[in-house]
């Protein structure tokens, strides 16, 4: 099975904080995805690549940025952040058969 | 609006029942169709799948039925036990170009009574 980690796992911070959350993939998969998920709305796909330096636009992309360095690392950043991106952010990574792993998810509370 | 549908955000399934849970899509362009396992907190995990092509696949206690012409799929779990409590996600990816996304609906919460 994949191993997807993330960090930090909960993070908190203040209105107009600039944040990143880091994810990275062992398992040499070409896709990674960001996404969020909220009370009633399930999981929401923000940012995903199909690899490093690649960036591809999620559902709700709106406030952040995401970047590919490599392989393995993908990072979501919050260069403003507002209450509203308070969330529980999963990454997660798949490989060429559709089979996709989720990290253990970030908690971030945006005062 | 939302591609992947789940109109019952939650059933209740005695224990030793089969649980039944539906998902309805828009696009029939999708091409791979799965459920997931969540619990309060925690990183969904993946459960079972299909490919657009199998109308049926068996794992253990569970089954996706994949219906084409009416855009939907669904999953059951027979001898329904206590542990099944969870939300289950289905979700589906539309292949486009090499770019693709899994799209999930927006989960139901299964709680089986002992």
């Known amino acids: 099975e994949a191993a997807v980690t993330q960090s930090p796992r909960n993070k908190v911070t203040v209105t107009g904080g600039n944040v990143t959350l880091s994810c990275r993939q062992t398992?040499?998969?070409?896709?990674m995805y960001w996404y969020r998920q909220d009370t009633g709305h399930g999981l929401r796909l923000i940012h995903y690549?199909?690899?490093?330096?690649?960036?591809q636009i999620g559902d709700v992309p709106d406030g952040y940025k995401a970047t590919r360095t490599t392989q393995e690392d993908f990072f979501l950043l919050l260069e403003l952040a507002s209450p509203s991106q308070t969330s529980l952010y999963f990454c997660?990574?798949?490989?060429?058969?559709?089979?996709?792993?989720f990290g253990p998810g970030t908690r971030l509370t945006v005062l | 609006g939302q591609q992947v549908k789940q109109s019952s955000p939650s059933l209740t399934v005695q224990e030793g029942g089969i649980s039944i849970l539906n998902c309805d899509y828009e696009?029939?362009?999708?091409?791979?169709f799965a459920w997931y396992k969540k619990y309060p907190d925690n990183s969904p995990t993946l459960l079972i799948s299909?490919?657009?092509?199998?109308d049926k696949r068996e794992d253990g206690r569970l089954t996706v039925f994949l219906n084409k012409s009416g855009k939907h799929f669904s999953l059951h779990i027979t001898a329904s036990q206590p542990e099944d409590t969870a939300v289950y996600l289905c979700?589906?990816?539309?292949?486009?170009?090499?770019?693709?996304?899994?799209?999930f609906g927006e989960g139901t919460k299964l709680t089986v009574s002992s």
């Open positions: 696009n029939d362009m999708f091409d791979y």
């Open positions: 299909v490919r657009s092509n199998v």
């Open positions: 690549s199909y690899g490093a330096g690649n960036l």
């Open positions: 979700a589906a990816i539309m292949n486009q170009g090499g770019s693709a996304k899994l799209i």
């Open positions: 997660a990574s798949r490989d060429s058969s559709y089979e996709q792993y």
């Open positions: 398992n040499s998969h070409n896709y």
